[in-house]
């Protein structure tokens, strides 16, 4: 019964324990052959492993020593890193990206939790971007800089921008909708000219639209259709080559003094009295009326309106006459310096 190894495992039969008070002759207890057994086997296992100089049986320079499919043992080259993997196609919402530290190399695969990949939905999360994007985007767009070139596609809803700060979009399709901010928390907006320091300017907080143009250049063309205010219109400058025409406001006044207000600019005050009524024009720190001002006072009762001088105020008129000459006769003031006025009309 010699020693099975390495054709097969040795069992008790090959390699026995005797106790200490077993024969040493006894039937398969032999001495010699429990010894040559043991000796043969020692001899097989060094001859498959190898020492020093002698070579392992089945081995080349670099093998190691493998498991088989059968369960034995085998002397095999060492595995090089795959050139490919085999991957499947995944239903996973919260897979992690595979990550690696270097363009090449025999690298180790990480993942970021920055990174991550819903294929329910084929969205990629990230918590910041950089570099050239074609396709749709979902969700806030910020930054700092860059810029965004290119035909663009139709936009048919706008999302939140937080900094807008691209320095050319150089292309951009049909906008159909576009909201700044949202009701009761405006944004400002500015549209920028070709010539520094002109701009056009909506700010939410002042709700107001400011235009800054150049002198002598039109900042605001309207070709054809009518423009409506429902409130005041303040005009500073010069009226160009045509006029405004709009409805006069009136105020109708029925005491016997009264003292214009910086919303009479432009209006009809009437005054409406049996009794003889007195209407003061008030210094120009009272009331910062804009040189160039023009208010219509008409009589409109039985007895005559005077229009009085406040402090520091000087009103010129025919003969330094300042009362409107009879019912329904008429005078027009016309602010002509910081404190200084004309009266010219029907005056008695």
Request: hydrophobic letters at 35%; proline letters at 2%; aromatic letters at 4%.
């Amino acid at each position: 019964m010699a020693t099975n190894y390495p054709t097969s495992l040795d069992s008790a039969t090959q390699q026995p324990s005797p106790a200490s008070t077993t024969d040493m002759d006894a039937s398969g207890y032999e001495h010699d052959v429990v010894h040559t057994n043991h000796s043969g086997a020692l001899i097989a296992l060094e001859t498959k492993l190898g020492i020093g100089t002698s070579a392992a049986s089945g081995a080349s320079d670099g093998h190691v020593m493998t498991r088989q499919a059968d369960g034995s043992t085998a002397w095999e080259a060492v595995p090089t890193n795959a050139a490919t993997v085999t991957v499947a196609d995944t239903t996973d919402t919260t897979c992690s990206v595979a990550l690696f530290e270097s363009a090449t190399g025999d690298l180790a695969p990480k993942t970021d939790s920055g990174a991550t990949y819903n294929a329910g939905t084929g969205t990629l999360t990230a918590t910041a971007f950089a570099g050239a994007l074609t396709g749709n985007v979902t969700g806030d767009a910020s930054g700092s800089s860059g810029s965004c070139t290119g035909n663009a596609a139709t936009a048919t809803s706008a999302g939140v921008v937080t900094t807008a700060a691209q320095s050319n979009i150089t292309s951009l399709g049909a906008l159909t909708g576009l909201t700044v901010g949202s009701d009761g928390s405006g944004g400002d907006v500015t549209f920028h000219s070709d010539t520094a320091g002109d701009a056009f300017l909506w700010d939410s907080s002042a709700e107001s639209l400011t235009i800054t143009g150049t002198n002598a250049q039109t900042a605001l063309a309207v070709a054809d259709g009518n423009v409506t205010m429902a409130d005041d219109l303040t005009v500073t400058g010069d009226i160009v080559g045509g006029s405004v025409v709009a409805p006069i406001a009136i105020n109708a006044q029925t005491g016997t003094t009264y003292t214009f207000v910086i919303g009479d600019a432009g209006k009809l005050v009437t005054s409406s009295n049996g009794s003889a009524q007195t209407f003061t024009v008030p210094p120009n720190s009272g009331v910062a009326f804009v040189v160039g001002t023009q208010i219509i006072v008409q009589n409109i009762g039985s007895a005559n309106c005077t229009l009085a001088q406040g402090s520091g105020v000087t009103i010129t008129s025919v003969d330094s006459s300042k009362e409107i000459d009879g019912q329904y006769a008429s005078a027009c003031l016309i602010k002509t310096a910081t404190d200084a006025w004309t009266l010219i009309g029907k005056l008695a």
